[in-house]
């Protein structure tokens, strides 16, 4: 994998305004996972959305970082979910930033998938939203592994 940058995937603003997946409620109300990978497969932003899911393209669970107990398969759910338009016509998304509980060892993780949880049907399941890179490999032993989000938000999108 050539983890090199965060983008949020082209095919997830279309996919929401075309209302294509089922159960999709809106990211407020749905449960919105982070899960963590290494540097094996390719993210690309312009993936068709067959390959944006959880499971799916490069973010297949054989390229993600688990630990069985705190950071496990699937990932962690974000809390905390903020939206806000600001008057220069932007709108960002934000949440809490995200620590796996407890002790835990971690190592290999360039970054990671943040996908809708509650989408069950339409062309992928669990589709990916957005994906963000970490700046190389992290590593955590016996300790916590905390993803912080930019403080200017996880995404922002200009309208």
Known sequence: ??????????EWPSQVLQKSGTNFLGMGTDVLNVALYNNSGTPDKDAAVGSTGYNTGAWAVANEVTDATNWVAGGRALSGKTFSTAVSGAC???ATDLAGGG???LSNVYGCLIYDNAITGGTVAKQGISFHYFGGPQTVSAGTFTVVWNASGIFTMAV
């Open 1 to 10: 994998m050539a983890f090199t940058q965060s983008k949020m995937f082209r």
């Open 103 to 105: 002790t835990l060892s």
């Open 92 to 94: 960002t998304f934000d």
